[in-house]
C-alpha cells in the first residue's frame, strides 16, 4: 500500500508561482519502483494527465503546461514536487498526486490516470485573473 498526501495549494494571482509537494510513504513505495504523475480536474471537466516521472526519468507534460511546469522527486525523503510559473486562470483546479509500480505504465500511459494504483486526496489550485 502507498499512501500519498498533498501539500502547497492555494490562492494565487495570474503570472505567479506555486510549488506543490506530495509526500509518499508505504513500505512498497520508492521512486525507483513506481511511477509518479500529478493530474487536475478542472471545473466542470474530466480529469486530465498534467506532469509524470519515472526512474529513467522520462517527464511527459501536458501541451498546456509543457514549458511552465517541472515535476521533480527528492528519493531521500520521498516527495514530489510540482514547480507551476506563469500560471494561468485555466490552470484553476483540484490538483492530485498518484503513483503507480512502474510494470504498470509505459510511456504513452503515464499521463493516463487509468494507470495509476495510488491517489492522494487533492487540494484546490486557484489562479484569479
Known amino acids: 500500500q502507498v499512501h500519498l498526501v498533498e501539500s502547497g495549494g492555494g490562492s494565487v494571482q495570474a503570472g505567479e508561482s506555486l510549488r506543490l509537494s506530495c509526500a509518499a510513504s508505504g513500505s512498497q513505495f520508492s521512486f525507483r519502483t513506481h511511477c509518479v504523475g500529478w493530474f487536475r480536474q478542472r471545473p466542470g471537466k474530466k480529469r486530465e494527465g498534467v506532469a509524470a516521472i519515472d526512474v529513467d526519468y522520462n517527464t511527459p507534460y501536458a501541451d498546456a503546461v509543457e514549458g511552465r511546469f517541472t515535476i521533480s522527486t527528492d528519493g531521500a525523503k520521498n516527495i514530489m514536487y510540482l514547480d507551476m510559473t506563469d500560471l494561468k486562470p485555466e490552470d484553476t483546479a483540484m490538483y492530485y498526486c498518484?503513483?503507480?509500480?512502474?510494470?504498470?505504465?509505459?510511456?504513452?500511459?503515464?499521463?493516463?490516470?487509468?494507470?495509476?494504483?495510488?491517489w492522494g486526496r487533492g487540494m484546490q489550485v486557484t489562479v484569479a485573473a
Open positions: 498518484a503513483a503507480t509500480p512502474l510494470e504498470d505504465t509505459t510511456l504513452s500511459t503515464m499521463l493516463k490516470d487509468d494507470a495509476y494504483l495510488y
